[in-house]
T-cell receptor
Framework: SQTIHQWPATLVQPVGSPLSLECTVE??????LYWYRQAAGRGLQLLFY??????ISSEVPQNLSASRPQDRQFILSSKKLLLSDSGFYLC???????????FGSGTRLTVV | DAKTTQPPSMDCAEGRAANLPCNHS???????VYWYRQIHSQGPQYIIH???NNETNEMASLIITEDRKSSTLILPHATLRDTAVYYC?????????????FGKGTKLSVIP
């Protein structure tokens, strides 16, 4: 069966520090991968999606970047965090063997 | 993708059926109706999807009107654990349709 792993679950980082969030999928190949963000009290916003290794599409201009170094690995990064980067970050995958999207458990990022 | 309209909140008594409506009057022929839910501080969870026929699975039933301009998600016997935000999403199944756009959803509160 397919599983998605996302870590860490919570993270507190100072303003100006770098960020790296990792997401991996098991049990499938060539998945579509997604990063979403949910700010406090707000809806889910699609940040990036990837349809293959090295292929990244950005939905909104921002302080973040994404990379897909391997087929089932998706990384969200920032060189310098801003206070406005705080939020709940969710990784998801779609593709063969899944109905719709399957989301990870999320990372709650607080920038202080 | 077509836009959806949902009531912002609903209450349901525990053990009763919860009927969550969704309007999608601009839906096109190749667009599916998806339902997800998000329990507080967790990632969204896929519930059910359909094109034009009514669908049922172990979680819920989906009733789509004949003109496909609206649908209803039915939780037959709501429990306290069904308290969540429920999202109705219309999405094309065509190639290149990678986005899953979440609106504000309906906050369902199941009351003891």
């Amino acid at each position: 069966s397919q599983t998605i792993h996302q870590w860490p679950a919570t993270l507190v980082q100072p303003v100006g520090s770098p960020l790296s969030l990792e997401c991996t999928v098991e049990g499938t190949s060539n998945p579509n991968l997604y990063w979403y963000r949910q700010a406090a009290g707000r809806g889910l916003q699609l940040l990036f999606y990837s349809v293959g290794i090295g292929q990244i599409s950005s939905e909104v201009p921002q302080n973040l970047s994404a990379s897909r170094p391997q087929d089932r690995q998706f990384i969200l990064s920032s060189k310098k965090l801003l206070l406005s980067d705080s939020g709940f970050y969710l990784c998801a995958w779609s593709g063969a063997g899944s109905y719709g999207y399957t989301f990870g458990s999320g990372t709650r990022l607080t920038v202080v | 993708d077509a836009k959806t309209t949902q009531p912002p909140s609903m209450d349901c008594a525990e053990g009763r059926a919860a009927n969550l409506p969704c309007n999608h009057s601009t839906i096109s022929g190749n667009e599916y109706v998806y339902w997800y839910r998000q329990i507080h501080s967790q990632g969204p969870q896929y519930i059910i999807h359909g094109l034009k026929n009514n669908e049922t699975n172990e979680m819920a039933s989906l009733i789509i009107t004949e003109d496909r301009k609206s649908s209803t998600l039915i939780l037959p016997h709501a429990t306290l654990r069904d308290t969540a935000v429920y999202y109705c999403i219309v999405r094309s199944s065509g190639a290149g349709s990678y986005q899953l756009t979440f609106g504000k959803g309906t906050k369902l509160s199941v009351i003891p």
